[in-house]
């Protein structure tokens, strides 16, 4: 099975910027659909921003799209969010998820549709 590395987290203030990576062991069929999700303390899991790593329009959660951006460097094998503007409700544990079929607008914001999980990286935002 596929195996994702996520980094890039840490604490910063409101109004600043990280980027998250996400390795990939390979970045092939099993990676077809990468994603981002995250999860705050005592809240659902949420689905933030996917990439269909052959090629496609990636998604972006309506709630950070103005803000998130999904990009990829298949040489790397590596899926990106760059993370501008962070507020502190955008503070969680951020994950990468695979898929071995493409995203897909109806299921890409499940995250029971991803076979492959990372260990998650955490982001916290401080006002």
């Known amino acids: 099975q596929v195996q994702l590395v996520e980094s890039g987290g840490g604490s910063v203030q409101a109004g600043g910027s990280l980027r998250l990576s996400c390795v990939a062991s390979?970045?092939?069929?099993?990676?077809?659909?990468m994603g981002w999700f995250r999860q705050a303390p005592e809240k659902e899991r949420e689905g933030v921003a996917a990439?269909?790593?052959?090629?496609?329009?990636?998604y972006t959660s309506d709630s950070v799209k103005d803000r998130f951006t999904i990009s990829q460097d298949s040489a790397k094998k590596t899926v990106y969010l760059q993370m501008n503007s962070l507020k502190p409700e955008d503070t969680a544990m951020y994950y990468c998820?695979?898929?071995?079929?493409?995203?897909?607008?109806?299921?890409?914001?499940?995250?029971?549709?991803?076979?492959?999980w990372g260990q998650g990286t955490q982001v916290t935002v401080s006002s």
């Open positions: 998820a695979a898929d071995s079929n493409r995203c897909s607008s109806l299921y890409w914001m499940n995250g029971n549709w991803y076979n492959a």
């Open positions: 990439i269909s790593t052959r090629g496609g329009t990636p």
């Open positions: 390979e970045y092939t069929r099993p990676t077809a659909c």
